[in-house]
């Protein structure tokens, strides 16, 4: 089966630096992949999605992930942090027979923007 | 906008209570998902509905689990003899499922603690 790893629990940025948060998946075919957020209490909010195509993504809130799949490897990038921005970010990888039935997650990494 | 939406959003209930939380989904997505959430975890899948049939159930985490999607719109998640181990979140999500894949959008969630 699929799995997920994000290898940073916890990562502080200053506010205006840039970010990139890592991610690992295991999987045997082509992947879906997906990037989520999650702020305190609250649902997940997609961010970003790599189905096939083009291996840089755009996605809201001026962030972009990067498909490697040599390095299999979906990391997360941010030019430039807001304090906004501070949140749990969830990295995804999707597979099933039929579509995205076999979603597994990431453990999560917590981002801190400091002032 | 009218997106996924879960009632309630908080629980508290004692041990051995049966419990039950509803999900809306976004009107006119095939499919809906639940996932448990527990601190410092990413989601952990453990049902899916295409339409009225429940596809996916062997991941639910035991037979205390139940869930029903009896006319392929909103879905009941019960939980019967609740646990202490059963405080999480339970989130829901709902996709249109075509052409082989499809994009999962969260809800909320509903928080339990179970006392």
């Known amino acids: 089966a699929q799995s997920v790893t994000q290898p940073d629990i916890h990562i502080t940025v200053s506010e205006g630096a840039s970010l990139e948060l890592r991610c690992n998946y295991s999987?045997?075919?082509?992947?879906?992949l997906f990037w989520y957020v999650q702020s305190p209490g609250q649902g997940l909010q997609l961010l970003l999605k790599?189905?096939?195509?083009?291996?840089l993504v755009q996605g809201i809130k001026g962030f972009e992930a990067e498909f490697k799949r040599s390095q299999s490897s979906f990391n997360l990038r941010k030019p430039s942090v807001h304090w906004s921005d501070a949140a749990e970010y969830f990295c995804?990888?999707?597979?099933?027979?039929?579509?995205?039935?076999?979603?597994?997650f990431g453990a999560g990494t917590r981002l801190t923007v400091k002032p | 906008d009218t997106g996924v939406s879960q009632n309630p959003r908080h629980k508290i209930t004692k041990r051995g209570q049966n419990v039950t939380f509803r999900c809306d989904p976004i009107?006119?997505?095939?499919?809906l998902y639940w996932y448990r959430q527990t601190l410092g975890q990413g989601p952990e899948f453990l049902t899916y509905?295409?339409?009225?049939?429940?596809?996916?159930k062997s991941r639910l985490l035991s037979d205390r689990f139940s869930a029903e999607r009896p006319k392929g719109s909103f879905s009941t998640l019960e939980i019967q003899r609740t646990e202490q181990g059963d405080s999480a979140m339970y989130l829901c999500?709902?996709?249109?499922?075509?052409?082989?894949?499809?994009?999962?959008?969260f809800g909320p969630g509903t928080r339990l603690t179970v006392l």
């Open positions: 999500a709902s996709s249109f499922f075509q052409h082989f894949t499809d994009t999962q959008y």
């Open positions: 999987y045997g075919a082509t992947p879906y």
């Open positions: 009107s006119e997505h095939n499919r």
């Open positions: 509905f295409q339409n009225e049939a429940q596809l996916e």
């Open positions: 790599y189905f096939s195509g083009d291996t």
């Open positions: 995804a990888v999707g597979a099933g027979r039929l579509g995205n039935n076999d979603m597994r």
